[in-house]
């Protein structure tokens, strides 16, 4: 799978505006979400680095540098 950027419209708070959520709603069977419940149904939690350049957001820090290296360019603008 290749690391696609993770957008956010500049000038946003930077909070994880995803609809993933750790709280499930009400209704949708998700359970509680305890880790004995997560182990029960072989669920692994795993945490995502994330990197940000310009107000955007990037899973890959190759493509986070390739950006802020376009972004202080001289003669294009920022």
Do not use: C, H, N, W
Request: glycine share 12%.
């Amino acid at each position: 799978m290749a690391d696609q950027p993770i957008t956010q419209q500049p000038g946003s708070s930077g909070a994880d505006s995803s609809s993933a959520s750790s709280t499930p709603a009400a209704g949708d069977g998700a359970g509680s979400g305890s880790p004995a419940e997560l182990a029960r149904r072989g669920i692994v939690r795993v945490s995502v680095d994330q990197f940000e350049v310009g107000g955007y957001r990037y899973t890959s820090l190759k493509d986070a540098i390739a950006q802020s290296d376009r972004a202080s360019a001289p003669g294009l603008p920022s």
